[in-house]
């Protein structure tokens, strides 16, 4: 295939694959919490990171996840002991990384804001040998909390008060959950974008959850349905030179449209054959069986 004859698409279409799989993997946490915008919180926090990489001649892809973990952890913090101002602190936090992000690689020496641009919505030409290592490690690490701590975390996202009952340490947890994110913004900038990240973390596990059941199978279809989206988003991008990260979320929100249409007609039709079994077991006219009609008043 011609798309797989040249270096720097071999190199886009892995990332694109460990994007797809991490970004739903821990997504999956973070819908579960009601916390779908904290991937794009953390990618503005990120911009900052990417500043300080070119402006200390390092690999962005590392300082970004740096700075982002160490807003995780800030965000985190915040929404655990902030109570009033804690929305003004956390839009502080947010729009300070973005233009410090802004200010340092305008300040660089070897940055521009055009370079910031294909960090922001992505790049497959950008991806170099070194952006590959750093993704792959931490497409690794990701993926071993997602997976390895995934019934711990599941309990954790899902009721709070129940997990430190049962004796899980809930804010190592929970600060474990902020930090896996913000490592999987660093994952997925270079071919998503820092702006655009949070939709891929987000709508493949909503698109998932209209047809699944439980948290399982929700797990597998999102990062089944992201790896496609990923893939089918870098190859549309080759072939007709489009944005690979606004692609790549447009394709994810159409699968999210298609499964809600399937699911619909799905939904009604479990409902009527729920309602059907309780008729069968109630029918009308047994004694001690109420109707209708038994709340006429005379």
């Given at each position: 295939?011609?798309?797989?004859?040249?270096?720097?698409?071999?190199?886009?279409?892995?990332?694109?694959?460990?994007?797809?799989?991490?970004?739903?993997?821990?997504?999956?946490?973070?819908?579960?919490?009601?916390?779908?915008?904290?991937?794009?919180?953390?990618?503005?926090?990120?911009?900052?990171?990417?500043?300080?990489?070119?402006?200390?001649?390092?690999?962005?892809?590392?300082?970004?996840?740096?700075?982002?973990?160490?807003?995780?952890?800030?965000?985190e913090l915040i929404r655990a002991y902030g109570r009033t101002r804690g929305d003004i602190a956390l839009a502080l936090l947010?729009?300070?990384?973005?233009?410090?992000?802004?200010?340092?690689?305008?300040?660089?020496?070897?940055?521009s804001t055009a370079d910031l641009g294909?960090?922001?919505?992505?790049?497959?030409?950008?991806?170099?040998?070194?952006?590959?290592?750093?993704?792959?490690?931490?497409?690794?690490v990701v993926m071993l909390v997602s997976v390895g701590l995934r019934r711990q975390l599941f309990a954790v996202s899902q009721d709070e008060e129940f997990a430190r009952v049962t004796g899980l340490p809930v804010r190592m947890l929970n600060l474990l959950i902020a930090v896996t994110a913000a490592v999987t913004v660093s994952v997925a900038m270079?071919?998503?974008?820092?702006?655009?990240?949070?939709?891929?973390?987000?709508?493949?596990?909503?698109?998932?959850?209209?047809?699944?059941?439980?948290?399982?199978?929700?797990?597998?279809?999102?990062?089944?349905i992201g790896v496609t989206v990923s893939l089918?988003?870098?190859?549309?991008?080759?072939?007709?030179?489009v944005p690979p990260g606004a692609t790549i979320v447009l394709l994810a929100i159409g699968v999210f449209l298609l499964l809600t249409a399937v699911a619909a007609p799905v939904?009604?039709?479990?409902?009527?054959?729920?309602?059907?079994?309780?008729?069968?077991e109630c029918p009308v006219g047994v004694p001690g069986v109420r109707t209708a009609g038994d709340d006429v008043k005379v």
């Amino acid at each position: 295939m011609e798309i797989l004859e040249t270096a720097f698409m071999q190199r886009a279409l892995i990332a694109a694959l460990l994007v797809g799989i991490t970004a739903p993997a821990i997504g999956v946490y973070l819908v579960q919490r009601r916390q779908a915008l904290l991937g794009d919180g953390i990618g503005h926090i990120a911009m900052t990171g990417v500043g300080l990489g070119f402006l200390l001649s390092t690999n962005p892809i590392w300082m970004a996840t740096l700075v982002s973990v160490a807003g995780a952890v800030a965000m985190e913090l915040i929404r655990a002991y902030g109570r009033t101002r804690g929305d003004i602190a956390l839009a502080l936090l947010f729009y300070g990384g973005m233009a410090g992000g802004v200010l340092l690689v305008n300040v660089s020496e070897t940055g521009s804001t055009a370079d910031l641009g294909s960090f922001l919505f992505g790049s497959l030409s950008t991806v170099s040998d070194a952006d590959l290592t750093a993704i792959s490690l931490l497409a690794a690490v990701v993926m071993l909390v997602s997976v390895g701590l995934r019934r711990q975390l599941f309990a954790v996202s899902q009721d709070e008060e129940f997990a430190r009952v049962t004796g899980l340490p809930v804010r190592m947890l929970n600060l474990l959950i902020a930090v896996t994110a913000a490592v999987t913004v660093s994952v997925a900038m270079r071919v998503v974008g820092l702006l655009l990240v949070s939709a891929l973390m987000v709508v493949p596990v909503v698109a998932a959850q209209q047809i699944s059941r439980s948290f399982k199978a929700t797990f597998a279809l999102a990062v089944g349905i992201g790896v496609t989206v990923s893939l089918a988003g870098t190859t549309t991008s080759y072939y007709r030179d489009v944005p690979p990260g606004a692609t790549i979320v447009l394709l994810a929100i159409g699968v999210f449209l298609l499964l809600t249409a399937v699911a619909a007609p799905v939904a009604r039709r479990r409902a009527k054959a729920a309602e059907a079994a309780v008729t069968e077991e109630c029918p009308v006219g047994v004694p001690g069986v109420r109707t209708a009609g038994d709340d006429v008043k005379v």
